[in-house]
């Protein structure tokens, strides 16, 4: 079992920055690919990028190319999200999830946080 407390999420204006992070609880975080995911009110949940075990392949959706980074330290267990030049369409909750995969697709997480609310203003 995985515990992920995702946090750093808020209001910030258009071109600003965040870093969110998630926190997993155990010793088996290394054993996982981790995910990060987000989803907007009457939106499916939609990729934005994920993270190998290890942390040396990393994917990105097309949209955040660029401008998002993930990475991970896995001696803290916890998987980051640096997030730059942000814009409205970027406003939306979103979670980590962890993965024994290296998938893209949210049914093949087997765990996930509550979600951090980023909201990006005009």
């Known amino acids: 079992q995985v515990q992920l407390v995702e946090s750093g999420g808020g209001l910030v204006q258009a071109g600003g920055s965040l870093r969110l992070s998630c926190a997993a609880s155990?010793?088996?975080?290394?054993?996982?690919?981790m995910g990060w995911f987000r989803q907007a009110p009457g939106k499916e949940r939609e990729f934005v990028a994920r993270?190998?075990?290890?942390?040396?392949?990393?994917v990105y959706a097309d949209s955040e190319k660029g401008r998002f980074t993930i990475s991970r330290d896995n001696a803290k267990n916890t998987v980051y999200l640096q997030m730059n030049n942000l814009k409205p369409e970027d406003t939306a909750v979103y979670y980590c999830a962890a993965s024994r995969l290296y998938s893209t697709s949210p049914g093949q997480y087997d765990y996930w946080g509550q979600g951090t609310q980023v909201t990006v203003s005009s």
């Open positions: 993270i190998s075990k290890s942390g040396f392949s990393t």
């Open positions: 155990g010793n088996t975080f290394s054993s996982y690919g």
